[in-house]
């Protein structure tokens, strides 16, 4: 059974970082798609960031997130400074089971979710 279990959310000031972590278990995922999605309240899902082959951002986080990947300990990161309110949502962890993906943002494209974890950021 695969798993991917989020960790490293929490409360933030604005301006501030947080490191967000995604563990996989069950299968590896090495060079497979991997991606962060987040859901702010009474909003849809909606693509962050990805990692492959290369890494690739939605516009709004560029130069401020920075995902990268551990395949040694099947692991995503998400690195994000810089922190703005507008970015508060519980983010998720997804993986792909194709290594090939045509859109990284489309969430169709990824099988297995983590649960999320809370991003708030707040003065």
């Known amino acids: 059974q695969v798993q991917l279990i989020e960790s490293g959310g929490g409360l933030v000031e604005p301006g501030g970082s947080l490191r967000l972590s995604c563990v996989a278990s069950?299968?590896?995922?090495?060079?497979?798609?991997m991606a962060w999605f987040r859901q702010a309240p009474g909003k849809e899902r909606e693509y962050v960031a990805a990692?492959?082959?290369?890494?690739f951002y939605t516009d709004s986080v560029k130069d401020r997130f920075t995902i990268s990947r551990d395949d040694d300990r099947n692991t995503v990161i998400l690195q994000m400074n810089s922190l703005k309110t507008e970015v508060t949502a519980v983010y998720y962890c997804?993986?792909?089971?194709?290594?090939?993906?045509?859109?990284?943002?489309?969430?169709?494209?990824?099988?297995?979710w983590g649960q999320g974890t809370q991003v708030t950021v707040s003065s």
């Open positions: 990692t492959s082959r290369g890494t």
């Open positions: 997804a993986a792909s089971a194709n290594w090939f993906v045509l859109d990284y943002s489309v969430r169709r494209d990824y099988e297995y």
């Open positions: 069950g299968r590896t995922f090495n060079d497979y798609p």
